[in-house]
């Protein structure tokens, strides 16, 4: 059984531009559709259905169109969702700061897809009683360059253009109230500061390695592998 979301505040950062994708519409990058359902719908229903206690969307480029299609998504609220505008950019976490920060908080980018659980990321959070959890996967990184191995001033390897894996953010994260209490609000402010920051004030920080189909959507090949992932879960269930 999946973990839930109660007591959550979920937060979606919707405010990305999305220039690599972006069609003859302008069409705000959440919107995109990958298996007839955007991005950020998505990523909504699958909050709704585990039970968050609040939803934030956060808006930059084309707020208004954002704004209407979660308002009007059909979905059943568990309280009426709230929106947060950037008039100028603030980073890709900087919002925070104007959030509300009485609940712990669930964080996410909103172009990602995803089928990680949400519950269980939440559930290992508090049982680790810790103040930050990021959600981590493993990506294979090309080395542009060959590669040497050596021993001293020996080589006993070369290696042209290399991949190695490297654990990475996967844009997801579990804050709890102390920590948010610190997102700068005077200042754009990405991810990586607000974790560092917590680091530095001395809150445990954890992350969780999960195993779930993930994909960041950042470019029209990221969106085509994303379509035809979903069109492929659909026809095997």
Not at 132 to 151: D, F, K, M, N, P
Not at 207 to 230: G, K, P
Request: charged residues 20%.
């Amino acid at each position: 059984m999946r973990a839930d979301l109660k007591g959550i505040h979920v937060v979606l950062q919707a405010g990305g531009r999305g220039e690599r994708l972006r069609n003859c519409e302008s069409l705000p990058k959440p919107l995109f559709e990958v298996g007839g359902v955007s991005m950020l719908e998505r990523l909504l229903r699958q909050m709704i259905e585990g039970g968050a206690a609040a939803i934030t969307v956060i808006t930059g480029f084309g707020s208004e169109r954002v704004e209407q299609a979660v308002l009007e998504g059909g979905f059943v609220w568990p309280e009426p969702p709230t929106f947060i505008r950037e008039a100028t950019p603030r980073g890709n976490a900087g919002s925070l700061a104007q959030a509300r920060r009485d609940l712990t908080c669930l964080f996410c980018f909103a172009d990602l897809v995803t089928d990680i659980d949400f519950g269980r990321l939440v559930s290992i959070h508090r049982a680790r009683q810790a103040a930050v959890t990021l959600a981590s996967h493993y990506e294979s990184l090309q080395v542009r360059l060959g590669e040497l191995i050596v021993e001293g001033d020996r080589v006993v390897q070369y290696r042209e253009k290399p991949k190695h894996p490297v654990l990475i953010a996967s844009g997801i994260a579990v804050f709890e109230p102390a920590v948010l209490q610190l997102v700068a609000a005077d200042r754009p402010v990405g991810l990586s500061d607000v974790v560092q920051t917590a680091i530095d004030h001395g809150h445990p920080v954890t992350h969780w390695l999960h195993q779930s189909c993930w994909i960041d959507v950042n470019t029209r090949e990221d969106l085509a592998a994303a379509r035809v992932l979903i069109a492929a879960r659909a026809q095997a269930r």
